[in-house]
């Protein structure tokens, strides 16, 4: 049997805005969506965006991946 992934957990500094993106550019399904975390799935892979806790993506070293 193959190993699969169930849930995935990406940080990102604008989660409603990474929502949309997984939403209509991917066709993901949203769950839930707030200004810190969103939950979204296709098919039996469910992806959580959390806000990072980086205000500045540059000058702290973090990036929205």
Do not use: I
């Not at 989660?15 to 839930?32: E, I, M």
């Not at 296709?42 to 500045?56: F, I, V």
Request: proline share 5%; hydrophobic share 40%.
């Amino acid at each position: 049997m193959a190993a699969s992934f169930r849930w995935l957990l990406q940080l990102h500094k604008d989660v409603p805005k990474t929502a949309k993106f997984y939403s209509q550019g991917l066709d993901f399904s949203v769950n839930v969506c707030t200004l810190r975390w969103a939950e979204l799935q296709s098919g039996p892979l469910k992806l959580a965006l959390m806000q990072s806790p980086c205000d500045n993506a540059m000058q702290n070293g973090c990036s929205s991946v």
